[in-house]
């Protein structure tokens, strides 16, 4: 193998990277976190770690769940993803994001707010995070107030509750915003529409955020004032879905496979 993706094998994403890189030459494919854990070994050399193999990486495996459904299955997932958690961050490869002291995941969260401090940016509104859907404060009842579940990631303006079981993020916003995606990746930065937006530099503050969170690869998703004018991170997503991305595909593949086989 060339190329190792962590992730889902129904991941669509990860299928479309698969198919272009066998177009390029290069053999890849898919391992979920147990199985591409026990293809490699740590080891230490006079103080110096070796991982073995050492080929590059595509992490795409989202945090566990935090509600535990089978002890041993827990307890197995953690062991795997320790040994895959040292063996990204000790080999030599390219690995796509590779994990940090901080996490395996980057430093987004659930949170714009904790995401937005995190950045460096200074973010303003508010956030509730419940077990069930909650109602806006008085200081916002006059202002959007949207509720979203944190297992379908389905928004809704309140006084509708989104299709999912919980528990619920709960945000105030723009009324009537519109929404901008930047895909990056490194120092790379492609809109994924063609709305005139380049006095915002969000292709710039992007590159920037995702550096910020120790990331190498994501979505960064920007709420637009109706006016063009204003704008607030909403939320940076490290696993984007192929439709998140399908827009700038052109742009994106040819250079992912340039970062892992420069």
């Known amino acids: 193998m060339d190329l190792i993706i962590v992730g889902d094998r129904g991941d669509r994403f990860a299928t479309e990277v698969v198919n272009f890189a066998k177009q390029k030459g290069f053999v890849a494919e898919i391992l979920d976190v147990c199985d591409a854990a026990q ?48 063996a ?12 940090t002291p901080f996490s395996a995941w980057g430093r987004a969260a659930n949170s714009s707010i904790l995401t937005s401090h995190r950045a460096g940016l200074h973010p303003k509104g508010r956030e509730v995070f419940s077990l069930y859907p909650a109602a806006p404060p008085q200081e916002f009842a006059n202002q959007q107030w949207n509720v979203q579940d944190l297992t379908t990631y389905i928004d809704t303006p309140w006084p509708e509750i989104p299709e999912g079981e919980g528990p619920y993020r709960a945000y105030d916003s ?70 998140q991305v399908q827009f700038v595909w052109h742009s994106l593949a040819p250079a992912l496979i340039e970062a892992f086989f420069p």
């Open 39 to 86: 293809l490699f070994t740590v080891s230490v050399d006079s103080g110096r770690a070796i991982v073995t193999p050492d080929i590059p990486l595509l992490l795409r495996m989202p945090a566990p769940s935090t509600i535990r459904q089978d002890f041993d299955s827990s307890f197995q997932y953690g062991e795997c993803l320790a040994t895959l958690w040292a």
């Open 88 to 99: 990204a961050a000790l080999m030599k490869s390219t690995v796509i994001n590779r994990p």
């Open 174 to 243: 723009d009324t009537d915003p519109a929404y901008e995606m930047v895909v990056v990746l490194g120092k790379q930065a492609w809109r994924c529409t063609t709305a005139p937006l380049e006095k915002l530099q969000l292709e710039r503050q992007s590159i920037s955020i995702i550096q910020q969170l120790e990331m190498t690869f994501g979505v960064v998703i920007w709420s637009i004032s109706p006016n063009l004018d204003n704008y607030a991170l909403f939320s940076v997503n490290p696993f984007p879905a192929i439709q």
